[in-house]
């Protein structure tokens, strides 16, 4: 049971677009979704996270937009650079319960052509 | 602060052998988490480790098992291995397993079974 949908599972913009990437999640007790960004050859790293009390957090061009009622977030990149091609992953886990290991979706592979 | 160090970086087996992946967290870092990340799952958890006593599981067959020393560095083992483990094998490392804060990945051990 996959309990983090991302979509899409790739995308390509342009230099200056603003490319979004989505999220679903279906366990109500999850309370932190964090982004990841990998890089070829590398591990991932933490972008940006969000918890549901706020429904938007502003990171540099990252913005996450948190819907809580639809359980849905996703990603904004803003003035999308091509340094920013990467891999995306959406993660959730329950910050206050016994076990806080994360769950991820399946990645988004964002390319930004020049 | 040096990150997390995985090592080998890439290893190539046959089917039927055993492979063991090393990972040394950042200096501090009590708790070591294991992900396998494929192209078509994306990242699974496997199994988290603490105090040299494993914490958490991820649902992965029994050949696939871990440990940790008391130096917090952490193994972990494939045994009998199938063309569809070839993966890359993430570690994580973060200060404590009882709480939640972030984790930090190594660059991977990228493991080929042919």
């Known amino acids: 049971q996959q309990q983090v949908k991302q979509s899409p599972q790739s995308l390509i913009v342009q230099k ?7 999220c679903a999640y279906e366990n109500t007790a999850f309370d932190y979704f964090p982004w990841y960004q990998q890089f070829p050859g590398k591990g991932p790293a933490l972008l940006i996270a969000i918890r549901p009390d706020v429904s938007e957090k502003k990171e540099g061009r990252f913005t996450i937009s948190f819907n809580k009622s639809a359980k849905q977030f996703s990603l904004h990149i803003m003035d999308s650079q091509p340094g920013d091609s990467a891999t995306y992953f959406c993660a959730a886990t329950n910050s206050g319960g016994s076990n806080y290991k994360l769950t991820f979706g399946k990645g988004t592979l964002l390319t930004v052509n020049p | 602060k040096a990150g997390v160090t995985q ?13 063991t992946l090393s990972c040394s967290p950042i200096s501090g870092h009590r708790s070591v988490s294991w992900y396998q990340q494929t192209p078509g799952q994306g990242l699974q958890f496997l199994f988290e480790y603490f105090s040299e006593t494993q914490r ?16 917090s560095r952490s193994e972990m083992n494939v045994s009998t291995l199938e063309l569809g483990d070839s993966a890359l094998y993430l570690c994580a490392s973060k200060v404590d397993y009882r709480s939640y804060n972030e984790q930090f990945f190594g660059p991977g051990t990228r493991l080929t079974v042919l």
Do not use: A
């Open chain 2, 7 to 19: 090592t080998p970086r890439y290893l190539i087996k046959t089917r039927g052998q055993q492979v």
């Open chain 1, 16 to 22: 200056g677009g603003i490319p979004i990437i989505n």
């Open chain 2, 56 to 71: 958490n599981k991820g649902n992965f067959p029994g050949r696939f098992s871990g440990r940790q020393f008391s130096n």
